[in-house]
């Protein structure tokens, strides 16, 4: 799929909140005492709802247990194209062939599919009875029972994060240009003029976000403000000013020149974890940050930090872009592009490190087990060996087992012991996808 590299959007947009008092010539808006709350949507150990697993983005499901060996097929579905599965209980959703198509999990038929039709690769949030479906078009809402759409954006705005995080009752996500907090009708109650360029961690009242050029805590209790100079429609809404909503910025102001901040960052209790990179070069940094101050802990470079006075020393040959981590209770887990998935305890010491023979894409974590999907990038073609699924013990880095696959692996989930994940079947002579597999592995 493409990889997605935006480069710094424009002042976001977004909607209007409810009843105003003014003050100093103008209009402080708060959130309304009616507004339509979301059920709560905690993910448990039969679900994958979203990118980061769960509102913190660790992309861990500690209650599940993946296979222990190399897993066999349950079953499979074929499509012309289909993007990452997401799974809530019986129903894995997923955008396939210009709809969102809902499977039964324990046997891949499929219960419905979407009168609306999402864009592109931008992937559905499941709540706990709603789908939300974003896209630079429009974001709508479809009953995860029945598939009937349960509200459409109106105006029609559309979001470019990946998918949103359910917390609190609202929908938190990049909607119509303004980071923004949705209620269960699709009404946005409250806004601010922030980047969000993957799914947000949120947590207790600040949200966490990689815009490209910074990772932010953003306060969501900020007060949003309608300028009486300014038209109160889709196009200049009220919202909170980016000054007044961000607690910390790391770096303290973007820059064209600099990290590259594109995975969303992962929190534990105390620490904010995120993965950097720079443009023009592979490989990268793991960063650790204070949760409340953004102030840097420690940080793992590769290649590795070089500072004045040290001897020369041999320098890995990073091939690919870090991977956003994985968050346990005493552990964080990436990969930094060098071919090595690597476990750090939250103080910064490395607790293990594997070797792999091709390009870490992407890792998630589940009880014991960290999975990740591997290929080779000399091949961009179907090859022998191109791509596969590795396993590796949690705690000691030992290699479990390894699937390969003729060609790329898409998308990686693990719920109720399960490994869902979306593989290249089919492609024309110019190279371009024609057929894909989701696949139920166990």
Not at 64 to 84: M, N
Request: charged letters at 25%; hydrophobic letters at 35%.
């Amino acid at each position: 799929m493409p990889d997605k590299r935006p480069s710094r959007r424009t002042v976001l947009r977004s909607a209007v909140l409810g009843p105003t008092t003014l003050f100093g010539g103008c209009s402080a808006l708060t959130g309304e005492s009616q507004s339509a709350a979301l059920p709560d949507a905690t993910p448990g150990p039969e679900d994958w709802p979203a990118q980061g697993y769960d509102a913190r983005n660790s992309r861990y499901n500690g209650d599940t247990a993946p296979p222990c060996s190399e897993p066999d097929v349950r079953w499979s579905r074929d499509f012309e194209h289909c993007y990452a599965p997401f799974v809530r209980g019986d129903r894995v959703v997923l955008n396939a062939n210009d709809h969102v198509t809902c499977l039964r999990s324990t046997d891949g038929e499929r219960r419905w599919r979407s009168a609306s039709e999402p864009w592109g690769f931008e992937t559905p949030t499941l709540g706990a009875e709603r789908a939300y479906v974003t896209g630079v078009d429009c974001v709508f809402g479809v009953d995860l029972e029945s598939g009937d759409e349960t509200w459409h954006g109106d105006p029609c705005h559309g979001a470019n994060t990946a998918s949103g995080t359910v917390a609190d009752g609202r929908l938190y996500l990049e909607y119509g240009g303004y980071f923004s907090a949705l209620d269960a009708t699709g009404r946005v109650t409250w806004a601010c003029s922030h980047d969000a360029q993957g799914t947000p961690a949120v947590v207790g009242d600040t949200a966490y976000v990689a815009t490209a050029f910074t990772a932010e805590a953003v306060d969501l209790t900020a007060t949003a403000i309608e300028w009486p100079w300014e038209d109160r429609d889709d196009d200049e809404p009220a919202h909170a000013s980016r000054d007044a909503a961000t607690k910390w910025s790391v770096p303290a102001e973007s820059r064209i020149t600099g990290p590259r901040i594109y995975r969303s960052p992962a929190v534990s209790e105390d620490t904010v974890f995120a993965t950097v990179e720079f443009e023009g070069s592979y490989g990268g940094q793991l960063r650790a940050l204070d949760r409340e101050t953004g102030e840097e802990q420690w940080r793992v470079s590769s290649p590795p930090d070089w500072h004045a006075g040290e001897a020369t020393r041999d320098r890995p040959d990073p091939v690919g872009r870090p991977t956003a981590p994985v968050v346990t209770d005493d552990l964080v887990v990436t990969s930094l592009g060098d071919r090595v998935l690597r476990a750090f305890t939250h103080d910064g010491e490395e607790a293990w490190a594997s070797e792999f023979d091709h390009s870490i894409i992407d890792v998630v974590g589940a009880r014991d087990t960290i999975v990740s999907t591997v290929h080779d990038r000399s091949v961009e073609q179907t090859a022998a060996g191109h791509a596969a699924l590795a396993a590796v013990d949690r705690h000691s880095g030992d290699r479990l087992w390894k699937r390969t696959f003729e060609d790329h692996v898409h998308g990686l989930a693990v719920a109720g012991g399960t490994i869902y994940v979306s593989v290249v079947t089919e492609r024309r002579d110019d190279g371009n996808v024609d057929g894909m597999r989701l696949l139920a592995l166990e």
